[in-house]
């Protein structure tokens, strides 16, 4: 069974920054494609940045190009999203994912909040 659980959500000022973690259980890590969305009460969730399975692409939502950086360790079988400079439009729900040809995968999701 694969598991997924997210880390590192919290509440910052517009300007900060937070390093969220997912950790992925069960499955073979090297075969899945990583990604994280986010979703605000009422809206759909949005696709936000992916990674593929050997780490050499990253792929990023124009909003959060520049800002945020997507990465995966397969020593701790993780995938991070580091998110700088936040603005108050980031505020949502983080979810992580992971799909290989068995099918998606998502955590529970964590809170990201940002005040301005």
């Known amino acids: 069974q694969v598991q997924l659980v997210e880390s590192g959500g919290g509440s910052v000022q517009a300007g900060g920054s937070l390093n969220l973690s997912c950790v992925v259980s069960g499955g073979r890590f090297s075969d899945y494609k990583l990604g994280w969305y986010r979703q605000v009460p009422g809206e759909e969730r949005w696709w936000v940045a992916g990674i593929d399975e050997s780490g050499t692409r990253t792929y990023y939502t124009d909003s959060v190009k520049g800002r945020f950086t997507i990465s995966r360790s397969s020593a701790k079988n993780t995938v991070d999203l580091q998110m700088t400079s936040l603005k108050p439009e980031d505020t949502a729900l983080y979810y992580c994912?992971?799909?290989?040809?068995?099918?998606?995968?998502w955590g529970q999701g964590t809170q990201v909040t940002v005040s301005s």
């Open positions: 994912t992971a799909g290989d040809s068995q099918g998606d995968y």
